[in-house]
């Protein structure tokens, strides 16, 4: 007879506390490979930082995982940690995340999931109008993304060990967040 198929983390995180769920992921060096906006895989060894950002450009929740994990597989515990830390009213969301665990996770915190079409999941679903005007504020996370690369040292860590990697980042973020919010202020 055969077995079942072992449960799925996404389906395993729904069920488990936030502490819980950022213990399962994994946390070691190893190789990511993702590809650019043209279309060339890009490798890379070492880690990966998943930001959940807020409007205005302020990272509100930030994991390092092993630079492998899939960026689905940290959204449901960045949405714990960010509902413990700030209101909000939407999940903005790339196709990368169109999995209905996180639709449901999203609508259980009750947030309105605005999540691209993933085409792998069958035809193209469109958004309404003004999902699709908020969509575009999506945006803002790709902007911290890059600006944390770029400016604020998160493209060239010389440091080993995943606490040291998460502490260089870190003073990357925090420098990133005071000059979005000083931005704001000005």
């Given at each position: 007879m055969r077995q079942p198929p072992p449960p799925k983390r996404l389906d395993e995180?729904?069920?488990?506390p936030l502490e819980a769920n950022i213990a399962e992921l994994p946390c070691f060096c190893t190789v990511g490979?993702?590809?650019n906006s043209a279309g060339y895989k890009e490798s890379w060894i070492g880690y990966k930082l998943h930001l959940d950002v807020a409007d205005g450009d302020v990272p509100v929740s930030a994991l390092l995982s092993t630079a492998s994990l899939h960026d689905s597989q940290a959204a449901i515990p960045l949405g714990q940690m960010s509902a413990a830390r700030v209101s909000s009213l939407y999940d903005l969301?790339?196709?990368a995340y169109d999995a209905p665990q996180i639709v449901d996770f999203s609508r259980s915190l009750g947030?309105?999931?605005i999540i691209e079409h993933n085409p792998r999941r069958g035809p193209k679903r469109e958004f309404e109008p003004a999902h699709e005007r908020r969509y575009?504020?999506?945006s803002s996370a790709e902007r911290v993304n890059s600006l944390l690369k770029c400016r604020y040292g998160g493209r060239w860590v010389r440091v080993r060990g995943a606490a040291k990697v998460m502490c260089h980042?870190?003073?990357?973020?925090?420098?990133l967040t005071v000059?979005?919010?000083m931005a704001r202020l000005c």
């Open positions: 995180q729904l069920l488990r490979t993702k590809r969301m790339d196709s947030h309105v999931p575009c504020e999506r980042l870190m003073f990357g973020v925090v420098a000059a979005s919010l």
